[in-house]
């Protein structure tokens, strides 16, 4: 194996690539966000975005396989830290008691994930590789649904709880500390996390509440 | 004053026995003692009774040397904060408190008997690169090599790792980052460690790996459960010495 198989293989190699690859993808939701907040300016804007985000054909191609490289490496560096972790605690204590330095988004980071891959799948059939409306109406009337709004809602809980930790995770990953910026880096985080999780939500809400919607 | 506790203890007669939770009624003790000074009560009846004594490992009682420590109630070294189980003492506990007495836990820590585990892991990774090669003599003049005091403060509050384990214990992944980042960064920090740092990070780093320890999953579990309080800053700091060894240096 040359230096960089040896590197990559450690754990600090893992956990470079869990962060490389997780602001990354980090990088994608908010641009995903930004394009979708033509949404709140109607159903034409948004017809409009979509056009323009086709028409770059091949810029959007090489985009796609980009980011679906950058998922698979994700997924799979994930999964294998998450079964070299459990094999390095094979007993659990009778009691356990977090000193407090864990949150709800630390713990929870491989049960987030698969959620969010379980709900990448279902998004991307629903919408990616599905054209028998415009984008618009598909939209509309997948997220009408009491019970696919819900999903989306819960997913993007998911999302919010993952970015939580993941932010900040990911820059201490990568050495990324210093007493004068460290507060800002992890409120960072998590602001910006209940950020795009409240942006986003706002999509499914307005769908599920509002008659208007996309009208 | 005087409490009365319920003692739940793992025993386990050697590494590949079974063990199990046995429950003892302490009887009155003084809320002077200490967690130690309690069990050694517990196991003075225990030999008079003709049964087998709690084995637990302590030294120095002055929460300095590292040898001690159990998780008590899911908390390695117990409740307080900044506390080695050696400097606990009972005031801290209420009467008819259960304390539930666990050993560390981790694969890298083989289970020795009953509280007692195999830390020896810890020194591996020291072995393979927590030093500095200097030729003996005389001893040099102080301050042939000037360090600014913040610096020797920042390597100091490192070296105060005192490499019990409670942070292998409290980790959910039952990682050694916390302790390999402390013992990498005493000597990255100074002067004299510069001349081995590459060679170091890499060396501590795949000892580290290659001895069962899971991976850091930034929880923070360690630095709140450290005796020492040693940050996690020393975290990203292993990150970056190994990150700049792998990637910035010729070294491999």
Redesign the interface.
């Given at each position: 194996m040359g230096?960089l198989g040896?590197?990559l293989n450690?754990?600090?190699?893992?956990?470079?690539v869990m962060a490389v690859t997780g602001l990354s993808l980090g990088l994608f939701v908010a641009a995903h966000l930004a394009g979708l907040t033509s949404i709140f300016r109607g159903r034409v804007a948004f017809a409009a975005y979509a056009d323009r985000l086709h028409d770059l054909a091949l810029l959007l191609r090489l985009g796609e396989i980009f980011l679906l490289v950058v998922f698979l490496l994700h997924i799979t560096v994930g999964l294998l830290?998450f079964l070299?972790?459990r094999?390095?605690?094979?007993?659990?204590?009778?009691?356990?008691?977090?000193?407090?330095?864990?949150?709800w988004g630390?713990?929870t980071?491989p049960y987030t994930g698969l959620c969010l891959l379980l709900f990448l799948g279902y998004h991307l059939a629903s919408f990616s590789l599905n054209d028998y409306a415009p984008i618009d109406v598909l939209l509309r009337e997948s997220l009408a649904q009491p019970a696919t709004g819900t999903f989306y809602l819960i997913a993007l809980l998911a999302l919010g709880l993952h970015l939580s930790?993941g932010l900040?995770?990911s820059l201490?990953?990568?050495?990324?500390?210093h007493?004068k910026y460290?507060q800002f880096l992890e409120s960072g985080g998590v602001g910006i996390s209940v950020f795009i999780t409240t942006l986003f939500s706002l999509i499914p809400i307005l769908a599920l509440f509002w008659p208007g919607f996309l009208g | 004053m005087t409490i009365n506790l319920t003692l739940r203890i793992w025993r386990q007669p050697g590494p590949d026995a079974p063990g199990a939770f046995r429950t003892y009624q302490s009887g009155p003790l003084s809320t002077d003692l200490s967690f130690l000074e309690m069990l050694d009560l517990l196991n003075e009846r225990l030999s008079l009774a003709g049964e087998e004594p709690v084995a637990f490992d302590h030294d120095c009682g002055e929460g300095i040397c590292g040898t001690c420590g159990a998780v008590v109630n899911g908390r390695p070294h117990g409740p307080v904060e900044r506390t080695t189980l050696c400097q606990l003492h009972l005031r801290h506990f209420n009467d008819g408190d259960t304390l539930i007495i666990e050993p560390f836990r981790a694969r890298a820590f083989r289970i020795e008997k009953d509280l007692v585990v195999d830390r020896s892991a810890l020194e591996r990774i020291i072995q393979a690169g927590g030093y500095v090669s200097v030729n003996t003599g005389s001893a040099p003049e102080a301050n042939t090599i000037p360090v600014p005091q913040p610096t020797a403060e920042a390597a100091m509050s490192s070296a105060e790792c005192i490499g019990c384990g409670a942070c292998v214990a409290a980790c959910p992944n039952g990682a050694a980052m916390l302790f390999t980042g402390a013992k990498v960064s005493q000597l990255a920090l100074l002067p004299q460690g510069q001349p081995e740092r590459t060679r170091r990070a890499l060396d501590m780093l795949r000892a580290m790996d290659g001895l069962g320890f899971g991976n850091c999953g930034n929880e923070r579990e360690c630095e709140a459960a450290c005796p020492k309080s040693i940050s996690i800053r020393n975290i990203a700091r292993l990150n970056r010495e190994f990150l700049r060894a792998s990637f910035f240096s010729e070294e491999e």
């Open positions: 230096w040896r590197t450690s754990s600090i190699g893992k956990k470079t830290l070299e972790n094999r390095a605690k094979p007993i659990r204590y009778a009691v356990r008691n977090s000193a407090s330095g864990q949150t630390s713990q980071m930790h900040w995770s201490q990953s990568l050495g990324l500390s007493p460290d | -």
